[in-house]
């Protein structure tokens, strides 16, 4: 059973950095699939962040690029998130999620497995 659990969430203020974790459990081939973030703050739907594929290709939106950056420790079946020059608008709860194959065009589309989340706040 995959288990995808997020932490580094907190309380920032504008212009502050936060990273956050996401630590994989219950496959294997870790390395074989695409790992992504995703957000999703109140009243709005969920979006793609960044995503991360098995050969180390990124995809990220447009509203983060510059500051955010995804990367992946295969070894210890790790996903980051390092969030910098964080604004009011980066306030949201933010998703760890495994898409189903090594490339990443479906999980930008939201089709993989999910984390709980971990809540990212962001005062001005």
């Known amino acids: 059973q995959v288990q995808l659990v997020e932490s580094g969430g907190g309380s920032v203020q504008a212009g502050g950095s936060l990273r956050l974790s996401c630590a994989a459990s219950?496959?294997?081939?870790?390395?074989?699939?695409?790992m992504g973030w995703f957000r999703q703050a109140p009243g709005k739907e969920r979006e793609g962040v960044a995503v991360?594929?098995?050969?180390?290709?990124?995809r990220y939106d447009d509203s983060v690029k510059g500051r955010f950056t995804i990367s992946r420790d295969d070894a210890e079946k790790i996903l980051y998130l390092q969030m910098n020059s964080l604004e009011p608008e980066d306030t949201a709860m933010y998703y760890c999620?495994?898409?189903?194959?090594?490339?990443?065009?479906?999980?930008?589309?939201?089709?993989?497995?999910w984390g709980q989340g971990t809540q990212v706040t962001v005062s001005s």
């Open positions: 999620a495994r898409g189903w194959t090594r490339q990443c065009g479906g999980l930008w589309y939201g089709r993989g497995d």
């Open positions: 991360i594929g098995g050969d180390g290709s990124t």
């Open positions: 219950g496959y294997s081939s870790y390395s074989s699939y695409c």
